[in-house]
């Protein structure tokens, strides 16, 4: 009789509990650092460069926080205070950029995304900004080329050539792309620039072997 009342009250509890809901989609990171690279030229940059990164995110499906993100996207621009993937001295700084045309939940929604994707880089909120968030992806099999536009971020890839774009000849994914939940094949980034205000800290970077992207899912 006691287990009947047990598992009565926790059919119940289930029937009551919220489903989990799952994102899924694209994504895209661009550095102002070689992410496809060998140690002796990781190591040659660390904390001389790579402190920022523009990350990207375009839902194709699902739903967060009780908002449908199908089609939004949401971006993430960080300058950090060291290089990043490795250990940090400080709090980086972040602005996200939401896609404009979210409504109230939606953009709480995605900020709630980019926050728990992009970490401890993303913690430090100094700046929502709205504005059309437009990313475009094609895949190969040696990684893939992006256009993403959102306010003033920019980021363009193309595929890597594994012989082309190798300088030391032991090229590997050296630093692993900074959001949870992706997964990413290097790019090389033809354009990353950010040149608006917020973070303190406008760059362009061009001809870089610092791209991440892919897919991503949260659950």
């Given amino acids: 009789m006691r287990r009947s009342l047990l598992l009565s009250a926790l059919a119940v509890l289930s029937l009551a509990a919220p489903l989990r809901a799952g994102v899924t989609g694209h994504y895209v990171e661009a550095r102002t650092c070689d992410?496809?690279?060998?140690?002796?030229?990781?190591?040659?940059?660390?904390?001389?460069?790579g402190?920022?990164?523009?990350?990207?995110?375009?839902?194709?499906?699902?739903?967060?926080?009780?908002?449908?993100?199908?089609?939004?996207?949401?971006?993430?621009?960080?300058?950090?205070?060291?290089?990043?993937?490795?250990e940090q001295t400080g709090a980086a700084r972040a602005i996200l950029i939401v896609d404009s045309r979210a409504n109230a939940a939606q953009k709480a929604a995605l900020i709630r995304l980019a926050q728990r994707q992009g970490g401890q880089l993303v913690a430090n909120v100094v700046a929502v900004e709205s504005a059309p968030v437009d990313l475009e992806i094609c895949t190969c099999a040696d990684g893939g080329c992006a256009k993403l536009a959102?306010?003033?971020?920019?980021?363009?890839?193309?595929?890597?050539?594994?012989?082309?774009?190798?300088?030391?000849?032991?090229?590997?994914?050296?630093?692993?792309?900074l959001a949870e939940g992706v997964t990413v094949?290097?790019?090389?980034?033809?354009?990353?620039?950010?040149?608006?205000?917020?973070?303190?800290?406008?760059?362009?970077?061009?001809?870089?072997?610092?791209?991440?992207?892919?897919?991503?899912e949260m659950r």
């Fill in 150 to 177: 959102a306010g003033a971020a920019r980021v363009e890839t193309r595929c890597l050539d594994h012989k082309g774009d190798k300088v030391c000849g032991n090229e590997s994914a050296f630093f692993p792309p």
């Fill in 51 to 86: 402190r920022h990164a523009v990350l990207g995110w375009k839902v194709e499906k699902g739903t967060l926080d009780g908002a449908t993100l199908d089609g939004l996207g949401v971006v993430a621009v960080v300058a950090a205070h060291d290089t990043l993937g490795v």
């Fill in 185 to 216: 094949q290097p790019a090389l980034a033809v354009e990353h620039s950010f040149a608006g205000k917020g973070v303190g800290e406008t760059w362009k970077d061009s001809g870089r072997r610092g791209a991440y992207l892919g897919s991503f």
């Fill in 35 to 49: 992410v496809w690279t060998g140690p002796c030229f990781a190591n040659a940059e660390v904390n001389l460069t």
